[in-house]
C-alpha cells in the first residue's frame, strides 16, 4: 500500500480562525509546518490562476505534492450544468500541479437543519456527478464523492442514491472515516459496511479522529477503528493519497503545537499501515 501522506486545508483554516487570521495569509508558513510535520502533500481548493501560480511555487519549494483538490459546489439546483462547468474550470487550474482526484461534496439544502434532498433534486444531482466525472476523465482526472452527515440523513438515501446510480467508471469514493462514522449515530460499522459496499471505487480518503464523539487533536486509536479500516483497504489495494483533516470543535484539546499534532498523526499512521 503506496504511502502519500497529506494534509487538507479544513483544519489549518480552523487553527488561523481561531486567531483571527485568514489562513490564505499564512499559506507560506502553513506550509512549512506541513513539511516540519514530515508530510508528504496538500489539499485545498483552487479557485483563481495566480492561486494555482502561487501555490505552483510554494509547494515546488518546500517539495510537497498536491493529489487532490477539494469542491463543494451545489449540483441539485435547475443550474447545475453551470455548476458543473466551475468545477471543470477548477479542475483545468489544478492539473498542472499534477492533481489527479477532484474530491467533491455537493452542497446540502441545510448544513444543521434535517432537510434532505427530494427526489427530483437528487435525479438532477445524479446527472451532474456523471457529466463531472466524464469531464474530468476527459482532463485526465478522477471524481472521489465525498460526505458530510446530511448526506447520511434519511437512511443516508442521498449518499447510497449517488453511489448507485453514478456510474463507478465516472465516480470513484473519498472514504470520509470520521463523517461517516458520525453521519451513522457513532458507528464503526457503518464504515466497514461503505468499504463492503463500495470498498472497490475507493480512491481517495480524509482522516480524522475522536475521542468520547468529541474530535482530537491528532490522530491516533479512538473511536473510529482505523487499524481495522487499513486492514480492509490493504485487501483491497488502496493506492490513493491519505489525507489528514484533524479538526477542531468545542472540547477538542488544544495541547500541542499544529505541527506537531500532524507529526505525531503521520508517525502513527506509519505504524498502522
Known amino acids: 500500500m503506496k504511502e502519500l501522506i497529506g494534509t487538507q486545508m479544513y483544519p489549518w483554516l480552523q487553527y488561523y480562525k481561531a486567531e483571527g487570521k485568514d489562513w490564505k495569509n499564512h499559506l507560506p508558513e502553513i506550509l512549512d509546518q506541513v513539511k516540519e510535520a514530515g508530510l508528504d502533500a496538500w489539499e485545498q481548493s483552487i479557485d483563481s490562476e495566480s492561486e494555482a501560480d502561487r501555490l505552483s511555487v510554494l509547494l515546488e519549494y518546500r517539495d510537497l505534492e498536491m493529489v487532490s483538490i477539494y469542491a463543494g459546489n451545489e449540483l441539485h439546483g435547475d443550474d447545475f450544468e453551470e455548476e458543473v462547468q466551475s468545477i471543470l474550470a477548477q479542475a483545468r487550474l489544478a492539473k498542472p500541479l499534477g492533481v489527479r482526484y477532484v474530491v467533491c461534496n455537493p452542497k446540502p439544502i441545510s448544513w444543521t437543519e434535517p432537510k434532505g434532498k427530494n427526489d427530483e ?10 457529466l463531472l466525472g466524464e469531464g474530468l476523465i476527459e482532463q485526465g482526472m478522477q471524481l472521489s464523492y465525498h460526505v458530510h452527515t446530511p448526506e447520511l440523513s434519511n437512511g443516508a438515501r442521498e449518499f447510497h442514491h449517488m453511489m448507485l446510480n453514478v456510474s463507478p467508471k465516472a465516480m470513484g469514493l473519498c472514504l470520509e472515516t470520521h463523517w461517516i462514522y458520525r453521519g451513522c449515530g457513532g458507528s464503526n460499522h457503518a464504515v466497514l459496511d461503505v468499504m463492503k459496499l463500495y470498498g472497490e471505487r475507493i480512491n ?21 477503528d482505523h487499524r481495522e479500516i487499513f486492514r480492509r483497504l490493504r485487501k ?26 500532524h507529526r505525531r498523526a503521520k508517525k502513527y499512521l506509519t505504524e498502522i499501515l
Open 121 to 130: 433534486q437528487l435525479s438532477r444531482q445524479v446527472k451532474a456527478l456523471e
Open 204 to 224: 481517495t480518503t480524509h482522516l480524522r479522529q475522536s475521542q468520547n464523539r468529541i474530535w482530537d487533536e491528532t490522530f491516533r486509536d479512538g473511536d473510529v
Open 236 to 261: 483491497l489495494d488502496y493506492s490513493g493519497p491519505l489525507t489528514l483533516e484533524m479538526a477542531i470543535e468545542e472540547g477538542t484539546p488544544n495541547t500541542m503545537s499544529h505541527s506537531e499534532a
